[in-house]
């Protein structure tokens, strides 16, 4: 049922609910008036009471007319001494009702000749254990209650059925902007989101349905550019697979000719192993930055001494290091501690040494530091290379980017390495940055916040960056 029904149904419900409180108690209002004003008039009846005790006796009881009033003027003995015309021998009330009136007024409502008749009694004045009674008809006060009752139920069903409608007016006029942005959805849901193309119109109004507008504004644009960016990295990842997969598929063909030597099988192997372990490599990578994305990146955190960590991470590049030609430092205070994971802060640091043993020229330093300053740590990884290109540095840890523009193995990886240490930065609640040094290399970095345990005074750091050290490929 639309809202628009629901809300005209609620609303006349309410409105029912309302006036029929409204109408009992107006009913009772009235009811209690009309009562009042014939209590007070058979009180004027009863102050008269006396002078139907010199009547000749009453005649046989007959129904008194409309408005005439019932007179009886009854002794301790409870027989009938006076009474106005028609009223009849029979006391008007019972042993008990008497008994009560002797003591004080009394006043009810019972048939009388199958009438229902409205009664007063109290002591009569001047004479001891004598009571004097009075009553009137009620079919004037039925006859009003009635017409009122059902003037009040008239007007209660034209009020509800008024303020059913008004309320399903005001629904459909306060809901039609919200069916407007519906019907804008629902058309933008047959074609394809394009960049830059105006979406939901935003009302001028400055209300809720303004918001809402902006809000949803602002999803599709999100959504949008969710699904540039999975274009782009699914385009970007089949462009990666495709150059491992090509080699492979070459390198098993020509092993698979008639003809080759036992060496020239042996090298299409250990080719064809080199592109499987390139393939495992990018696709590893790619799973880990899906997993970071849906923040199933899971934590193990440990206190952990930093200085070991980058260390191992230095020895196991050892052999890559000598073959290079290069030297790898660890710079960091013996006694800082961090709260974090060592096996995914390692995966960072490893990353980020391989990546700057492309770029490091023979001879250089590549070091490896840590820092706390408070309780924030910083890793960084810096080299004595090229430096990142200017225009790179904005870009540096969005996935499949890299410093060079070729997109060839010898140019580096697949791009996934900084995106990687930016994912394993955010897991920890930090960041990840890239700069240049002024005398020349390139400085990646990481900052934790709240990670790290002081230091003690004078220990050396990482330098001014401040943060942990990450890849450019």
């Known amino acids: 049922m639309p809202i628009r029904f629901r809300l005209a149904i609620a609303f006349a419900l309410a409105a029912a609910a309302l006036f029929a409180l409204g109408g009992w108690l107006l009913v009772g209002s009235i ?7 014939i209590d007070s008039q058979l009180a004027v009846q009863l102050s008269q009471a006396g002078r139907y005790l010199t009547a000749a006796g009453p005649p046989a009881a007959a129904t008194p007319p409309p408005g005439e009033y019932l007179i009886q003027v009854i002794d301790p003995a409870g027989r009938v001494r006076g009474a106005s015309p028609d009223t009849g021998t029979a006391p008007l009330l019972t042993g008990a009702e008497l008994s009560q009136a002797r003591r004080g007024r009394i006043t009810l409502s019972q048939l009388v000749d199958d009438e229902n008749t409205r009664i007063t009694a109290a002591p009569l004045a001047g004479r001891n254990g004598w009571t004097a009674v009075a009553g009137v008809s009620l079919e004037s006060y039925e006859a009003t209650m009635s017409n009122a009752e059902r003037g009040i139920a008239a007007a209660g069903a034209i009020f509800v059925v008024i303020a059913g409608a008004g309320a399903y007016w005001l629904a459909r006029a306060a809901l039609s902007p919200v069916e407007r942005l519906r019907r804008q959805v629902a058309a933008m849901a047959a074609r394809p989101l394009r960049a830059g193309e105006s979406r939901i119109e935003v009302p001028a109004t400055r209300d809720e349905i303004a918001a809402l507008a902006a809000t949803m504004n602002d999803l599709l644009g999100r959504l949008q550019r969710a699904l540039s960016r999975q274009r782009a990295f699914v385009a970007d990842a089949s462009h990666e697979l495709r150059t491992p997969l090509a080699v492979l598929r070459g390198e098993l063909e020509l092993a698979d000719r008639p003809g080759r030597s036992r060496e020239e099988l042996a090298a299409a192997v250990r080719s064809a192993a080199a ?41 196991l590049a050892g052999p890559r290091l000598a073959e290079a030609g290069l030297t790898c430092r660890v710079d960091a205070p013996a006694d800082l501690r961090a709260r974090i994971d060592p096996d995914w802060i390692r995966e960072a640091v490893d990353n980020l040494l391989g990546n700057a043993l492309r770029f490091a020229p023979r001879g250089s330093v590549i070091v490896l530091a840590a820092q706390a300053s408070g309780t924030d740590l910083g890793i960084e990884v810096r080299d004595e290379g090229p430096g990142f290109p200017a225009a790179f540095l904005p870009h540096a840890f969005e996935r499949f980017r890299r410093p060079d523009s070729g997109r060839s193995r010898d140019h580096g990886g697949a791009g996934l390495g900084l995106a990687i240490v ?24 990481l900052h934790l916040p709240d990670a790290a345990a002081a230091a003690g005074p004078g220990t050396a750091g990482p330098g001014p960056a401040g943060a942990a050290g990450v890849s450019r490929g």
Do not use: M
């Not at 040094?437 to 990646?444: I, K, Y």
């Open 275 to 315: 592109e499987a372990d390139r393939l495992a490599r990018i696709t590893g990578d790619l799973l880990l930055l899906a997993r970071s994305d849906d923040d199933r990146l899971s934590l193990r955190l440990a206190w952990t001494e930093l200085r070991p960590l980058l260390a191992r991470s230095a020895e």
């Open 31 to 37: 009811s209690s008036a009309q009562l009042s004003t």
């Open 422 to 445: 930016q994912a394993i930065a955010s897991a920890h609640g930090g960041t990840a940055t890239a700069r240049n040094r002024p005398a020349g290399g390139a400085v990646v970095a």
